[in-house]
């Protein structure tokens, strides 16, 4: 691609009112590639039997006043006070074949609206509003494209309102993210590789048919075998920070709308090359290579990833420390924040006759200092290193209450950032020996059952003691009766007996389970 820009040409035949913008309602859309052969399309299906005149109008985008483009008259006499030299009808027969169309070489300066105006005797026959837009897409860098560099296609259309998008497509109809930008619409391709060499699409859609492209064009992209040359990488920062095990930690990121990120990695206290274990493309909208690191995503808000902006978020294992480099890619521009992660963590090994607290941690080259602290500061703690990275201490067992407590391990780094991690010491746990209460339940049901033989046997008890007093009478008055026996099958015989006499009354059980089964009168009555 010679000039690094391509101008294409577009006609479309609906009518499109504008009128809630304030600008002239159109009939046709016609974009246009500058310097180009072009013609706006005027035709009268029915042309009249009698001479007729055609004006050519033009109101430029941003102006207030018509200006004439080009006039011909019933006897073909032609004139144009604004006209250009390429300025001419398409057909001159157009008296007979009714086509008004009119034919030039547009520049940049030419769109806005054309008015076809055909007349007889100064009445309007008809009239045609045609918008010409201009369609400018550049290619940036110039083609070839280095390999490793960021391809740009940038798509502009003047007037803008005469659209509603512009998309594009890759090789094999693959959709490009398109952002648009204050002077049109913009997609990228960073890290162009061989694989992405082949014909480009781009499709505009007019305002009020956004589902329909209005025309797809194809623009070539060659890649060339060398490399980008250099990168500009601008360092920003340098970061040295520490955290617990398992905690998240940010892995900042240089502030700029970039186009993709890479992460870097370094293992702890290594010399070892780096490694690259993150890189987003936001325009592809993918990943690679394959995270390696389970715990480490994209930062959520305020970042936004598919906008451009990066941070990492690390929830991490110890073998996590170590050394990070984020690179965000602006274009061919690079911006750089390294940041040096020391990972903190305190494990309690027991065996049968100590309890050992081991203090680990990794990049030892930013730590100043490691160390124990317990609750009681007046007691000193012994401290002991099994290998760089490392101090211990050890507790006799069992655990007691003068060695109970909370125990810190405290990391601190070169530049004055602290860490601390706590581990708790308890006694040991004492079984609590529970006393058995018998239930009472079963002696109270027993109690229970004997309460009515109690109760029975005492009324017992004193039937007889009132039956032995009975028996100390002599003689028993009463009524007799030679039929009833019962004192209460014959009331009548009592109202008989004498008020002196006394009733003996014998209680005869007649059977077993019977208590008291009826009053009887004397074995022998006397009258």
């Not at 708790?424 to 020996?433: E, N």
Request: charged share 25%; hydrophobic share 35%.
């Amino acid at each position: 691609m010679e000039s690094g820009f391509l101008t294409f040409i577009l006609g479309l035949s609906f009518a499109v009112p504008s009128s809630q913008f304030g600008l002239p309602d159109w009939d046709d859309v016609v974009v246009v590639r500058e310097g180009q052969p072009t013609t706006l399309v005027c035709t009268d299906k029915a042309p009249p039997r009698e001479a007729v005149a055609i004006n050519w109008q033009v109101k430029l985008v941003g102006e207030k006043d018509w200006k004439l483009v080009l006039s011909a008259n019933e006897r073909r006499e032609f004139s144009g006070g604004a006209s250009k030299a390429s300025m001419r009808l398409t057909d001159l027969n157009y008296q007979d074949s009714g086509i008004f169309s009119l034919f030039f070489l547009p520049k940049m300066e030419d769109c806005g609206y054309y008015s076809c105006l055909i007349k007889h005797r100064e009445m309007k026959l008809k009239e045609r509003i045609i918008l010409l837009a201009i369609l400018t897409v550049t290619i940036e860098p110039a083609a070839p494209i280095p390999q490793q560099s960021t391809l740009r296609l940038k798509a502009t259309v003047n007037p803008d309102f005469a659209i509603t998008k512009i998309t594009w497509a890759a090789p094999g109809d693959v959709p490009i993210k398109t952002d648009r930008t204050n002077k049109g619409t913009e997609a990228k391709l960073p890290m162009v590789q061989k694989s992405d060499r082949g014909a480009y699409e781009c499709m505009v859609h007019a305002l009020g048919s956004s589902s329909t492209p209005l025309f797809a064009f194809n623009v070539d992209i060659t890649v060339a075998d060398e490399m980008i040359s250099s990168r500009n990488i601008t360092y920003i920062a340098d970061i040295s920070t520490a955290t617990l095990a398992e905690t998240p930690v940010s892995l900042t990121c240089p502030v700029v709308s970039g186009d993709y990120v890479r992460l870097w990695w370094r293992p702890p206290d290594s010399k070892r090359d780096m490694i690259m274990v993150y890189q987003y493309d936001r325009w592809r909208a993918s990943t690679r290579p394959r995270q390696i690191k389970k715990g480490l995503v994209l930062a959520g808000p305020p970042y936004n990833a598919e906008a451009g902006s990066f941070s990492f978020l690390l929830t991490p294992d110890i073998n996590d420390s170590g050394f990070y480099q984020c690179e965000v890619f602006l274009d061919d521009k690079a911006f750089c924040i390294r940041t040096s992660v020391s990972i903190l963590k305190v494990t309690a090994t027991r065996s049968p006759k100590k309890l050992e607290l081991e203090c680990k941690y990794k990049e030892r080259s930013h730590v100043r200092s490691a160390k124990w602290k317990y609750q009681n500061e007046s007691h000193k703690l012994q401290f002991k290193s099994k290998n760089p990275g490392s101090i211990s201490i050890s507790l006799p067992l069992p655990i007691t209450s003068d060695i109970a407590g909370n125990y810190t391990c405290t990391l601190q780094l070169r530049n004055g950032q602290t860490v601390s991690a706590l581990h708790a010491v308890t006694l040991p746990y004492k079984k609590r020996v529970s006393v058995t209460t018998p239930s009472l339940l079963p002696s109270l049901s027993a109690l229970l059952l004997l309460v009515p033989l109690v109760a029975a046997a005492v009324g017992v008890l004193l039937w007889r003691q009132k039956h032995i007093s009975d028996r100390g009478i002599e003689q028993s008055l009463s009524v007799c009766s030679g039929e009833v026996e019962n004192v209460y099958e014959n009331p009548e015989d009592i109202r008989q007996a004498s008020p002196q006499s006394s009733v003996y009354m014998d209680l005869k059980p007649r059977e077993e389970d019977d208590v008291y089964k009826e009053l009887e009168r004397c074995e022998q009555c006397q009258c």
